[in-house]
């Protein structure tokens, strides 16, 4: 989606957003009846979906730790971002690296005008949001808030955690593009809700979003690896969600239905 003017936001309050749903079953306040009403009937066709949508975020949370203290990545693209709910993406990643720079990418507007109200960075550090679409690589890539914030010449974060749930044509070519441009050392992030757990509670997820007019899209195993192309997956590779460096044994890994992997550019 193309950025709008300058001081216009186009907030479409009869249609739910997967954004504004996501933030009311993490318990956040910026969104609408609609997207309430969608959340409350996707909880009732699966009522542990906040556990889902959590350990989701919490893997997130590892991730840009270790991204940092092991990987020495001080700097990363979110595309997909989402409404902002502390703690965030660059809250982590700043914790132990104050100096580490993000920026946030999507292209729902009331998603950038909050990020853009709310998101704070450490005085070393920088935030940036940009208007763009994954759906079209080099509206990120070109984009002048990635230019200006990032060197393109150093390890990148790429962090591709929820936003392959829409429904994009061919998306494994357009992750391939974003992952010629990334230089050596940078590590792409993916998680994916999958099928493979708990088929029919994920079937009843996906109806029920399409009849809330939100796309949701599942993938195989071997559909997510492909997204990861001759990347090396760091271990424990592609696992679920729950079970991808957890900080304490998980007890049933499977359960949050989500596919999960990190991998480092040779």
């Not at 990020?115 to 984009?143: F, K």
């Not at 060197?151 to 936003?163: A, H």
């Not at 070519?173 to 994916?192: N, T, Y």
């Amino acid at each position: 989606m193309p950025a709008l003017p300058h001081g216009l936001l186009e907030f479409d309050v009869t249609r739910a957003q997967s954004a504004r749903v996501c933030n009311y079953l993490l318990g956040g306040k910026d969104n609408f009846a609609v997207d309430r009403q969608a959340g409350d009937a996707l909880v009732k066709a699966v009522p542990r979906l906040r556990f889902l949508i959590a350990e989701h975020r919490r893997f997130v949370h590892r991730v840009a730790r270790v991204l940092v203290v092991e990987d020495g990545i001080r700097q990363f693209i979110d595309i997909g971002a989402g409404i902002p709910l502390a703690p965030n993406l660059h809250e982590i990643a700043q914790r132990h690296a104050p100096q580490a720079r993000v920026v946030y990418v999507d292209d729902d507007p009331l998603v950038l005008a909050h990020a853009r109200a709310l998101l704070r960075s450490h005085p070393a550090g920088r935030i940036e949001v940009a208007a763009a679409d994954l759906a079209e690589p080099v509206s990120v890539l070109s984009h002048q808030a990635v230019l200006a914030t990032l060197d393109l010449g150093r390890p990148i974060g790429l962090i591709l955690t929820g936003v392959l749930l829409a429904d994009v044509v061919d998306p494994w070519s357009r992750v391939e593009q974003l992952r010629e441009a990334m230089p050596s050392g940078s590590c792409l992030v993916v998680s994916h809700l999958t099928a493979n757990f708990h088929p029919g509670e994920v079937g009843a997820a996906v109806a029920v979003a399409g009849g809330a007019g939100l796309s949701l899209v599942v993938r195989t195993e071997e559909a997510v690896r492909r997204l990861f192309g001759d990347w090396e997956l760091l271990e424990p590779g592609l696992v679920p969600v729950s079970d991808w460096r957890p900080a304490s044994p998980v007890e049933n890994p499977a359960g949050a239905c989500f596919w999960a992997g990190v991998a480092r550019k040779p």
